[in-house]
């Protein structure tokens, strides 16, 4: 396991147990240990026949014939022969069956400006939004990428791909103008959708100005369609004759009326990439019927969805968090929710809390790097506020430190709130490890027991049983991604390959306790999560690679405050390049153009040569313990062990 992780290790001293308070308990949808082993032994033992169960509480237009087609492993297929619509469960559902006058969405600007939408109206919006799109020649199977700030229309955007079966593949608006590109190429999206701009703390995102720099050479772009952020924001646009078209003009006359297209339970739903080990991010394939059902369920058993909740998720729809936990699992369960677009510090510390405060916010899950800024910035912003509404917390992303975990549960939730330390990836399409509220005793940091129908285990390398070593999902569940678009041999190689393709393996390291909890250790590969986003060290390093004096670098993950992770570079320069502040800026400069400023690093460190094996692999643990301060290990089969203790001098004196 990589040395990385030990900072994680330290949990295992964590014995403190919360019960599930009874107040919460007794109308939970799930309620006492009993019922959840009797359920989960029942998953477990035909997950064909409870998956499909599952999946009656949902509208198909045609039922299924098969529930599971594994004859294909590691291509699995769900529901097969089955046609439905994520946009009309998420939709149309509600409003037949009498909740459409429900608000669905309770948006708020960061400048102050708010909007607020029924289920009815979203449906309407949708359908409108749908009906352009095709007007611009978009159909089921196109591509479209989405590069919005989080504003209501980035819902309507993604759910009407959806209603007409586009995939969609929604990009970050923190990523780079070479970012999108990359994106773009790879799925090969016909049509772009962004905005004018957006607010992130106090400054505008001149997010259309980017997307042209992005889509300059991107052949397989035929229209841009830009969305008004509205309110006051004013932002000049450029728009190219024939190419760019306002949403407004190309919205204005369309029907309100757009039957959701019948969809193959494996259609393609979505791509959406994400950072692995090598330079080139990989677009992840989630498809229709699978991944909705999946993601319906957790969102209602997970978070305990109830007809009165105020549910909100700080995540952006940029990530899997906000895929998964703001549009498809909280829409399909028919839930308000709260979204809110810009940053938690924006007029000042409490705007969180004051959010929670107007929308009397009952569940809210946020990432544990915002929990340890909260922390920092002081209780003083929350007991000001009345958080009383408060009923549920959830975290995600990355381990919780025992002590932000205490926080959490002290300061926001007034030790009254479960909360939910829910484990999962891009790749799992939703949640696989986390407490139920109203049954599982939660332990400070930890993961706690897997969800109905997954089943993981703790392995070594070599596939026997450990109580530390590497997770491992045994049985195929219906959000599984379906694949790497235009990589069936990356997929394979990156889940797949260990254990002789017997079980999936998540990339993270964990641990087992007496109590059957699992732990989560962090990634074992070279992939960073810095503040709950994955970046590639390989993409950094591929990166600094290109500035004509650099020779090689090494990026490596090490413990931070507040990011959970952060990143530092080592770099070899040419003998005849001045290494300076100059140098560390223009690198700088270059990852905020290849990824964009979130995957910055906080330290470059010049150095003459880095540590090698003879073989002159870059012993990437001895830099670790480096930037850790830690005692070296043993560096005799070092090509040049001189190489260490020069790097280990100069990164003290940069620390002091
Ligand atoms: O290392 C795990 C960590 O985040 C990785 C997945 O990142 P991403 O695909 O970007 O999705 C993040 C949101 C689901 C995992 O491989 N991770 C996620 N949740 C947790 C976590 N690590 C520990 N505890 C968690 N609750």
């Given at each position: 396991?990589?040395?990385?992780?030990?900072?994680?290790?330290?949990?295992?001293?964590?014995?403190?147990?919360?019960?599930?308070?009874?107040?919460?308990?007794?109308?939970?949808?799930?309620?006492?240990?009993?019922t959840?082993?009797?359920?989960?032994?029942?998953?477990?033992?035909?997950?064909?026949?409870?998956?499909?169960?599952?999946?009656?509480?949902?509208?198909?237009?045609?039922?299924?014939?098969?529930?599971?087609d594994?004859?294909?492993?590691?291509?699995?297929?769900?529901?097969?022969?089955g046609?439905?619509?994520?946009?009309y469960?998420?939709?149309?559902?509600?409003?037949?069956?009498?909740?459409?006058?429900?608000?669905?969405?309770?948006?708020?600007?960061e400048?102050?400006?708010?909007?607020?939408?029924?289920?009815?109206?979203?449906?309407?919006?949708?359908?409108?939004?749908?009906?352009?799109?095709?007007?611009?020649?978009?159909?089921?199977?196109?591509?479209?990428?989405?590069?919005l700030?989080?504003?209501?229309?980035?819902?309507?955007?993604v759910?009407?791909?959806?209603?007409?079966?586009?995939?969609?593949?929604?990009?970050?608006?923190?990523?780079?103008?070479?970012?999108?590109?990359?994106?773009?190429?790879?799925?090969?999206?016909?049509?772009?959708?962004?905005?004018?701009?957006?607010?992130r703390?106090?400054?505008?995102?001149a997010?259309?100005?980017?997307?042209?720099?992005?889509?300059?050479?991107?052949?397989?772009?035929?229209?841009?369609?830009?969305?008004?952020?509205?309110?006051?924001?004013?932002?000049?646009?450029?728009?190219?004759?024939?190419?760019?078209?306002?949403?407004?003009?190309?919205?204005?006359?369309?029907?309100?009326?757009?039957?959701?297209?019948?969809?193959?339970?494996?259609?393609?739903?979505?791509?959406?990439?994400?950072?692995?080990?090598?330079?080139?991010?990989?677009?992840?394939?989630?498809?229709?019927?699978?991944?909705?059902?999946?993601?319906?369920?957790?969102?209602?058993?997970?978070?305990?969805?109830?007809?009165?909740?105020?549910?909100?998720?700080?995540?952006?729809?940029?990530?899997?968090?906000?895929?998964?936990?703001?549009?498809?699992?909280?829409?399909?369960?028919?839930?308000?929710?709260v979204?809110?677009?810009?940053?938690?510090?924006?007029?000042?510390?409490?705007?969180?809390?004051?959010?929670?405060?107007?929308?009397?916010?009952?569940?809210?899950?946020?990432?544990p790097?915002?929990?340890?800024?909260?922390?920092?910035?002081?209780?003083?912003?929350?007991?000001?506020?009345?958080?009383s509404?408060?009923?549920?917390?959830?975290?995600?992303?990355e381990?919780?430190?025992?002590?932000?975990?205490?926080?959490?549960?002290?300061?926001?939730?007034?030790?009254?709130?479960?909360?939910?330390?829910?484990?999962?990836?891009?790749?799992?399409?939703?949640?696989?490890l986390?407490?139920?509220?109203g049954?599982?005793?939660t332990?400070?940091?930890?993961?706690?027991?897997?969800?109905?129908?997954?089943?993981?285990?703790?392995?070594?390398?070599?596939?026997?049983?450990?109580?530390?070593?590497?997770?491992?999902?045994?049985?195929?569940?219906?959000?599984?991604?379906?694949?790497?678009?235009?990589?069936?041999?990356?997929?394979?190689?990156?889940?797949?390959?260990?254990?002789?393709?017997?079980?999936?393996?998540?990339?993270?390291?964990?641990?087992?306790?007496?109590?059957?909890?699992?732990?989560?250790?962090?990634?074992?590969?070279?992939?960073?999560?810095?503040?709950?986003?994955?970046?590639?060290?390989a993409?950094?390093?591929?990166?600094?690679?290109?500035?004509?004096?650099?020779?090689e670098?090494?990026?490596?993950?090490?413990?931070?405050?507040?990011?959970?992770?952060?990143?530092?570079?080592?770099?070899?320069?040419?003998?005849?390049?001045?290494?300076?502040?100059?140098?560390?800026?223009?690198?700088?400069?270059?990852?905020?153009?290849?990824?964009?400023?979130?995957?910055?690093?906080?330290?470059?460190?010049?150095?003459?040569?880095?540590?090698?094996?003879?073989?002159?692999?870059?012993?990437?643990?001895?830099?670790?313990?480096?930037?850790?301060?830690?005692?070296?290990?043993?560096?005799?089969t070092?090509?040049?062990?001189?190489?260490?203790?020069?790097?280990?001098?100069q990164?003290?004196?940069?620390?002091?």
């Open positions: 396991m990589s040395d990385q992780n030990e900072a994680y290790q330290s949990y295992s001293h964590e014995h403190r147990k919360f019960a599930p308070p009874a107040a919460f308990s007794k109308g939970a949808h799930i309620f006492g240990m009993e959840y082993q009797a359920e989960y032994d029942r998953s477990i033992a035909d997950p064909e026949k409870y998956w499909g169960e599952v999946a009656e509480d949902l509208h198909w237009f045609k039922k299924w014939d098969q529930t599971l594994a004859s294909e492993a590691p291509f699995f297929k769900w529901f097969v022969g046609k439905t619509n994520l946009a469960n998420c939709l149309d559902r509600h409003v037949a069956e009498g909740r459409g006058e429900t608000p669905a969405l309770l948006w708020e600007g400048p102050g400006d708010r909007r607020q939408l029924t289920y009815r109206e979203l449906l309407k919006e949708v359908c409108h939004f749908a009906n352009a799109l095709k007007g611009l020649g978009i159909k089921k199977g196109d591509r479209v990428a989405i590069y700030p989080m504003i209501p229309d980035l819902a309507v955007a759910l009407a791909c959806a209603r007409i079966g586009a995939v969609h593949t929604v990009i970050f608006a923190g990523f780079s103008a070479d970012s999108i590109r990359d994106r773009v190429d790879d799925c090969g999206a016909k049509l772009i959708i962004t905005a004018d701009g957006g607010y703390r106090g400054k505008v995102l997010l259309k100005a980017i997307v042209d720099e992005g889509i300059a050479d991107c052949s397989s772009i035929e229209a841009v369609l830009v969305i008004r952020r509205g309110g006051a924001l004013s932002v000049e646009c450029a728009m190219q004759a024939g190419r760019d078209h306002w949403a407004e003009d190309v919205l204005e006359g369309t029907s309100p009326d757009c039957p959701a297209e019948e969809l193959d339970a494996e259609d393609l739903l979505f791509l959406l990439y994400t950072s692995g080990t090598t330079g080139k991010p990989k677009g992840i394939m989630h498809t229709t019927g699978g991944y909705m059902v999946y993601t319906y369920l957790t969102a209602k058993y997970i978070f305990d969805l109830q007809a009165n909740d105020v549910y909100w998720c700080t995540a952006d729809v940029g990530w899997i968090t906000g895929h998964s936990y703001i549009i498809y699992g909280p829409m399909q369960n028919g839930v308000t929710q979204m809110y677009e810009g940053a938690p510090d924006f007029p000042d510390y409490g705007r969180f809390w004051e959010i929670v405060e107007r929308y009397k916010v009952t569940t809210f899950y946020t990432a790097t915002a929990i340890r800024a909260f922390m920092k910035w002081g209780d003083e912003w929350l007991t000001k506020r009345d958080l509404s408060l009923r549920l917390l959830g975290t995600v992303g381990p919780i430190n025992p002590e932000a975990w205490i926080w959490y549960h002290a300061v926001v939730g007034g030790e009254r709130c479960p909360i939910v330390d829910t484990w999962w990836q891009t790749e799992t399409g939703g949640i696989m986390s407490p139920l509220p049954v599982t005793p332990k400070p940091g930890c993961a706690t027991l897997p969800f109905f129908g997954i089943e993981p285990a703790v392995l070594t390398e070599e596939g026997d049983p450990a109580d530390a070593g590497l997770l491992a999902i045994r049985k195929p569940w219906p959000g599984i991604l379906r694949g790497i678009y235009g990589d069936a041999q990356r997929f394979k190689e990156t889940y797949w390959c260990k254990w002789k393709g017997a079980h999936y393996f998540p990339g993270d390291g964990a641990r087992i306790d007496e109590d059957g909890y699992f732990w989560i250790l962090g990634r074992v590969d070279d992939v960073v999560n810095v503040s709950g986003h994955r970046i590639g060290t993409e950094l390093e591929s990166v600094f690679v290109e500035h004509p004096s650099v020779v670098s090494a990026v490596i993950g090490v413990p931070h405050e507040i990011k959970g992770q952060g990143l530092v570079a080592f770099v070899t320069v040419k003998m005849s390049a001045k290494h300076d502040e100059a140098l560390k800026k223009e690198l700088v400069t270059m990852v905020d153009k290849a990824i964009g400023k979130f995957a910055r690093p906080e330290r470059i460190l010049f150095s003459s040569d880095l540590p090698k094996t003879r073989s002159g692999k870059i012993m990437r643990r001895l830099l670790r313990d480096i930037a850790e301060g830690k005692a070296l290990g043993n560096t005799t070092l090509a040049d062990p001189s190489i260490v203790e020069q790097l280990q001098k990164y003290a004196d940069g620390t002091k």
